[in-house]
């Protein structure tokens, strides 16, 4: 088992390593103390792990209850955040009492959200069973849920008590679902660590023998990060890298023909093309990115076109001011924020003879 533990304003450890989820109970219980606890998953989770789960915690004492939500980011909203709060209460769960978020980064984000406001905010524990949510979702305390007018519009920052990432997991998810994944770990190979970008050329690097350690290093990196900026004031926005363009593909897509990590390994593409082609970026490092991300199985390209990208740009409800800082990379393994006028964005983009309005 590998530990890391995140040194935020309330410190706690992320548990990594095979089988462990036969064991979450007692290591939800060395760090909560609670009578009962809440295991919020989907219904495709549910059926895989959710017996083992709350066998272990009936095991470690805690009176454990089931809340399965249909899978799937339509249900990522405040309607289920209702529904979770109504089975709080007829539990009568108190502000000792744990949630526990079983699935990936759809349910941790609701399970978080949930233990941020319920009485004004509980303990809860992450079990992340995606390769996005082991890698991204469940470590730096961001939790919300989407509203009709765009995607975590509504949510809090609350660290979880623990992260307890059992990489067996993994050996259940469709091939789509652990390759929208690998985009998550290939960015942050690019904005922070070279030889993992490297060793991510080898189409080995996620074999059972060694995806601990690429999980891992993932995870350490966006450690890291997290800790010298908790609240996304600065640094923390290098994990942006491809998400400005990403989303604004995802939002054109209505959230429905693209998935998010497809549309971050376009957006990662075209702004390195781009920004190679401004001299930002070292010569060669655009052809590398494209060639692992091929190598994953992950698109570089889409039929979208630039006004597609901008207009989603625009609609962003987060971008603040009349700037938009972009996330580019020195080289393979580096990465810097570049702020923009909006104004130039179009420009910046464009391929010569590319239509810039
Ligand atoms: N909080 C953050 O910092 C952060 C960061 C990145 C993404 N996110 C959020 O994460 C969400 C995406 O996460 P995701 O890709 O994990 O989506 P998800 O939770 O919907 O999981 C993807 C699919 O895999 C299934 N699944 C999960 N674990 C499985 C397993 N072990 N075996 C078989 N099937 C399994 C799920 O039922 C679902 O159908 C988005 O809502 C995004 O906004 C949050
Ligand atoms: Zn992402």
């Not at 074999?207 to 600065?234: F, L, N």
């Not at 890298?241 to 995802?250: K, N, R, S, V």
């Amino acid at each position: 088992m590998t530990q890391i533990t995140v040194k935020t304003t309330c410190p706690y450890d992320i548990l990594i390593g095979d089988g462990l989820l036969q064991r979450s109970g007692e290591l939800a219980r060395q760090v909560n103390n609670g009578h009962r606890a809440l295991i919020v998953t989907d219904s495709n989770v549910a059926p895989l792990y959710s017996q083992k789960v709350a066998a272990s915690f009936i095991r470690a004492g805690f009176e454990t209850e089931i809340f399965t939500f249909p899978a799937g980011e339509q249900s990522k909203r405040l309607d289920t955040i209702s529904k979770i709060y109504t089975r709080l209460a007829q539990a009568n769960f108190t502000r000792k009492d744990l949630l526990v978020a079983l699935g990936g980064g759809v349910t941790g984000d609701m399970t978080g959200f949930a233990a941020a406001t319920w009485l004004r905010g509980i303990d809860f524990i992450q079990l992340p069973t995606t390769l996005l949510a082991q890698v991204d979702s469940s470590v730096g305390g961001k939790t919300g849920v989407d509203i009709p007018q765009g995607k975590n519009l509504v949510g809090a920052f609350r660290q979880p008590v623990r992260v307890v990432a059992d990489i067996s997991t993994l050996d259940t998810l469709t091939h789509a679902v652990f390759t929208d994944g690998m985009a998550e770990v290939i960015k942050t190979a690019a904005i922070m660590d070279a030889s993992l970008f490297e060793l991510l050329m080898d189409d080995r690097a996620m074999s059972s023998g060694s995806r601990r350690d690429i999980i891992s290093r993932c995870i350490d990196i966006k450690r890291r990060v997290v800790e010298r900026d908790e609240y996304e004031g600065g640094e923390r926005k290098l994990l942006n890298f491809g998400h400005t363009l990403g989303h604004a593909l995802e939002k054109h897509y209505n959230y429905s023909d693209i998935t998010h990590g497809f549309a971050v390994a376009v957006g990662m593409n075209k702004i390195t093309a781009a920004s190679e082609r401004r001299g930002l970026t070292a010569k060669g490092t655009a052809a590398k990115l494209e060639l692992l991300l091929k190598r994953w199985g992950l698109p570089v390209a889409d039929k979208a076109c630039l006004e597609d990208y901008l207009s989603g740009i625009r609609l962003d409800k987060k971008r603040a001011g009349a700037d938009i800082d972009l996330v580019l990379l020195r080289d393979s393994g580096h990465a810097f924020i570049h702020t923009l006028p909006m104004a130039d964005l179009a420009s910046f983009l464009a391929v010569t003879g590319e239509d810039e309005t």
